[in-house]
Structure formats: C-alpha cells, structure tokens
C-alpha cells in the first residue's frame, strides 16, 4: 500500500484547508486511516481517524470541534478538511492506514500501530 499525502500549503490564522490522502496498490476498505502531525521538534501527534468498522470518527483533544475526516466517493480516498486554523496548527501533516477491519480506530498514542504511511504535506498557519 503506498499512500500520497497532498493539499498542505499556507494560510492565515483563521483559514481552512482540506487535505487530501489517496492509496494505491491494494484496496483500503478493512483499514483504518489516521491523520498524524508533527512540528518541528516535537512528537508526532494523532489529530484525527476513521473506522472502517462502523465509520466512527476520533479526534485528537486540541482539534475541538475544528477538523473533519472524512472518506472521499472516489475508493481509496479520504479527507481532512482544517477550519479555523491556529498557528499552532503549523505541522507537517501524514497520512496512514492500519488493517483493522473490526475495530474501531485508534488516534491517542497510536502512531506505531500503524501499517503505512504517506509522505506528508506541509501545513502553514501564519499572517
């Protein structure tokens, strides 16, 4: 499975962005897909998932009501759509995907039960 992260760039305090994160090689309907970020000298955070099993959604503490995962119509699609953006949002942004066809996903403390990852595509949150 290889997955391509894309849709990151700049904007001001306040905007919104959607990412987008799109795989290849195998069909992802019994994974999991995780929105994981990481600034700069800091761990990699989860910021959002969704499950296959039942479409349940989490999301990490600080997003608040501010981000949406989502899965694309087109297969092997799936969407972060960013409101309202902070500074502190600033990050590069990744995309992965667990086998997990059963279970609900998982996003706190989770990233190394992950399967694959795409690349990232860099989130700037500045005026």
């Known amino acids: 499975v290889q997955l391509q992260a894309f849709g990151g760039g700049w904007v001001q305090p306040g905007g919104s962005l959607r990412l987008s994160c799109v795989g290849s090689g195998l069909p992802l309907d019994y994974y999991a897909i995780g929105w994981f970020r990481q600034a700069p000298g800091t761990e990699r955070e989860g910021v959002a998932c969704i499950s296959v099993s039942d479409s349940s959604t989490f999301y990490g503490d600080f997003v608040d009501g501010r981000f949406t995962i989502s899965r694309g119509n087109a297969r092997n699609t799936f969407y972060l759509q960013m409101n309202n953006l902070k500074p502190e949002d600033t990050a590069v942004y990744f995309c992965?995907?667990?086998?997990?066809?059963?279970?609900?996903?998982?996003?706190?403390?989770?990233?190394?039960?992950?399967?694959?990852w795409g690349q990232g595509t860099e989130v700037t949150v500045s005026s």
């Open positions: 992965a995907a667990e086998h997990r066809p059963y279970s609900r996903c998982r996003i706190k403390d989770s990233a190394d039960v992950y399967d694959y």
